[in-house]
């Protein structure tokens, strides 16, 4: 992880990635920002990166490849696991069968959307103070 690295992005409704992204602005968080419809792209886009990314906040409910699939997939890539990436869930679902599958696949966060945007910027901003603080095995000591 590189405090500078990219945040990825990985969430198909556009709506929610715009208020993402104006929350990351108005926090006047410097790190670019990657956003992908479906977890097949990003997959792609982190196979083939050599970006050290910061976080990756990822939905649940995604075409193609979902969250739990791609988390899944990030762990049985050694390159991917290797960069110890933080991963954590924003999503929709609360369903405690899920959230029990997701830190079964080791995830480091599983959060719910919130309804107001002030609170999606309170929870960015928690997120990322974490991960800013925490030291891990490809932390910049």
Partial sequence: MSLSGPIICIEDDKDDQLLIAEA?????????????????AALEFLKSTPKKPFLILCDTNLPLINGIELRKRLNEN?????????FVFITTSANPALVQIAY?????????????YIELKRQIKLIIAYWSECLHPTSEV
């Fill in 78 to 86: 050694e390159y991917l696991r290797r960069k110890s990436i933080p």
């Fill in 24 to 40: 990351i602005k108005e926090l006047q968080i410097l790190n670019e920002v990657c956003f992908f419809f479906d977890g097949e």
């Fill in 104 to 116: 079964d696949i080791t995830v480091q966060g599983y959060f719910k959307k919130p309804y107001t």
